[in-house]
C-alpha cells in the first residue's frame, strides 16, 4: 500500500500503516500479528495538527485494505478503530469472529 490523498501519503509497514505529509510522519495505526487467525488493531495516532483531515480513517482503512489482501481478519480493540467499525458496516466481514 502506498497511496496519496489530499496531500499525506499512506504507506504500509512493518505491523502499521503510516501517514506522511511529505517526510514527517504524522500519524499511525498499529496492528499485531501475535495470532495466525487474526491481527489486532491496537492503536491509531494522528498529530494534533493533522486531526480533523480524515487521517485516521485512511489509516484504519488502510489496515483493512491490508488485512483484505492477506485474507487475515481484525480485532479492532483502540477506540477509534473500534468506532470506525462501528460506523462502517462494510467492515464488518473482515470482523474476526470466534467459532
Not at 4 to 19: P, Q
Amino acid at each position: 500500500m502506498n497511496q496519496k490523498e489530499g496531500g499525506i501519503s499512506y504507506r504500509l509497514e512493518d505491523k502499521r500503516v503510516a501517514a506522511y505529509d511529505r517526510r514527517k510522519e504524522v500519524g499511525e495505526c498499529t496492528f499485531s500479528t501475535d495470532n495466525p487467525k487474526y491481527w489486532t488493531i491496537d492503536h491509531t495516532y494522528v498529530e494534533p495538527d493533522y486531526r480533523g483531515e480524515s487521517i485516521a480513517c485512511n489509516l484504519v482503512k488502510g489496515v483493512v485494505d491490508a488485512a483484505k489482501e492477506k485474507n487475515v481478519k481484525l480485532v479492532p480493540v483502540c477506540k477509534f478503530a473500534c468506532r470506525e467499525f462501528e460506523r462502517k458496516p462494510e467492515y464488518e466481514e473482515m470482523r474476526y469472529k470466534e467459532s
